[in-house]
């Protein structure tokens, strides 16, 4: 295994973890609800009328996330090299998959393990397997 | 108890704890789908720093679940709403196989999206756009499902 030690950011990668936990912590202990992404989008397609607040509220504070950066410094890089029909095809994949599966990266792998579930531990070997697996397939297979 | 979080410091608490999840997604390279796909490349030139991130995130949360678990009210006063299902089914791990071809493909999760969005990236809005419908998809299939069982 080669690593990429040019591009290895272990400190950001910690303390933006730290704050990704801090804030799944804050919304558990105040709120009572698990910050995971995939519910809160999901129930908003299923709406009960008092719920429809504070989901809209965790997503606006994600989507304003940007702008609050980018008063006190510059966004770092974002590349995307994935074409628009592909964007759309995997968009599609994660939004049934993640409903189905009941979660996607931050309610399964982040409050599910620290919940120590064993389903949420499950699922998230089950998409780093093929989240891996895909890349393999995409990169080293097909060569794109 | 109160199970509606409707009152406007629910909803501070809500979009606070939304924020500072973008502003940790940002600093961590979560944000930028190239430095998730180098995660997810253990063939190529590996970048293992989302290990970390994940390392980070769950360190500080398992604290807050800890105390969480011993606990029926939230500091404001609703009730904890801790996930009661045990089973592993296969809707688990077919939509959770199914959710990591999806982000192994583009390099894009559900909160990154936003954040994407967020920063005014147009691939992030087609990525968000797709991501609703599928999920409009899956309550079709849900309430066909449900429907042509009865």
Redesign the interface.
């Known amino acids: 295994?080669?690593?990429?030690w040019n591009?290895?950011?272990?400190w950001?990668?910690?303390?933006?973890?730290?704050?990704?936990?801090?804030?799944?912590?804050?919304?558990?202990?105040?709120?009572?609800?698990?910050?995971g992404?995939?519910g809160i989008?999901?129930g908003l397609?299923?709406p009960k009328l008092?719920?429809i607040?504070?989901?809209l509220?965790?997503?606006?504070?994600?989507?304003?996330?940007?702008?609050?950066?980018l008063s006190f410094a510059a966004?770092?890089?974002?590349?995307?090299?994935?074409s628009?029909t592909?964007?759309?095809?995997?968009?599609?994949?994660?939004?049934?998959?993640?409903?189905?599966?009941?979660?996607?990266?931050?309610g399964?792998?982040?409050?599910?393990?620290?919940?120590l579930?064993?389903?949420s531990i499950?699922?998230?070997l089950?998409?780093?397997?093929?989240?891996?697996?895909?890349?393999?397939v995409?990169?080293?297979l097909l060569g794109a | 108890m109160k199970n509606?979080?409707?009152n406007t410091?629910?909803?501070?608490?809500?979009?606070?704890?939304?924020?500072?999840?973008?502003?940790?997604?940002?600093?961590?390279?979560?944000?930028?789908?190239?430095?998730v796909?180098?995660f997810?490349?253990?063939?190529?030139?590996?970048?293992?720093?989302?290990?970390?991130?994940?390392?980070?995130?769950?360190?500080?949360?398992?604290?807050?679940?800890t105390?969480?678990?011993k606990r029926n009210?939230?500091?404001?006063g609703?009730?904890?709403?801790?996930?009661t299902?045990?089973?592993?089914d296969k809707?688990?791990?077919?939509?959770?196989?199914?959710?990591?071809?999806?982000?192994?493909?583009?390099?894009?999760?559900?909160?990154p999206?936003?954040?994407?969005?967020?920063?005014?990236?147009t691939?992030?809005l087609?990525?968000?756009?797709?991501?609703?419908?599928?999920?409009?998809?899956?309550?079709l299939l849900e309430s066909y499902g449900k429907s042509s069982h009865k």
């Not at chain 1, 910690?14 to 912590?25: D, E, N, Q, W, Y």
């Not at chain 1, 966004?75 to 994935?82: G, N, T």
């Not at chain 2, 999206?113 to 990236?121: R, W, Y």
Request: with cysteine; net charge positive.
């Open positions: 295994m080669l690593i990429d591009n290895f950011t272990p950001t990668a910690l303390a933006g973890g730290a704050l990704i936990g801090a804030a799944s912590a804050l919304f558990i202990l105040f709120n009572g609800r698990i910050a992404i995939t989008l999901g397609l299923r008092r719920d607040g504070w989901r509220a965790f997503i606006l504070g994600l989507i304003a996330a940007p702008a609050v950066w966004l770092p890089d974002i590349q995307i090299e994935a628009d592909l964007l759309a095809v995997a968009g599609l994949i994660v939004g049934i998959g993640t409903r189905y599966g009941s979660g996607c990266t931050s399964h792998g982040v409050c599910g393990i620290s919940r579930s064993r389903r499950i699922a998230t089950a998409f780093m397997a093929t989240g891996v697996l895909t890349v393999y995409v990169r080293h | 509606h979080i409707s410091a629910a909803l501070t608490f809500s979009l606070l704890s939304g924020l500072i999840f973008g502003l940790g997604l940002i600093l961590a390279g979560m944000a930028n789908p190239a430095k796909l180098a997810l490349d253990l063939a190529g030139l590996w970048d293992p720093s989302l290990g970390l991130v994940m390392g980070g995130a769950i360190g500080v949360a398992i604290i807050a679940f105390i969480a678990k009210l939230s500091y404001l609703f009730s904890i709403q801790l996930p299902n045990r089973i592993i809707r688990l791990v077919l939509g959770s196989l199914a959710f990591g071809i999806g982000w192994g493909l583009v390099g894009i999760c559900p909160a999206a936003f954040v994407l969005l967020g920063a005014g990236s691939k992030g087609i990525f968000v756009v797709a991501m609703v419908i599928g999920m409009g998809i899956y309550e």
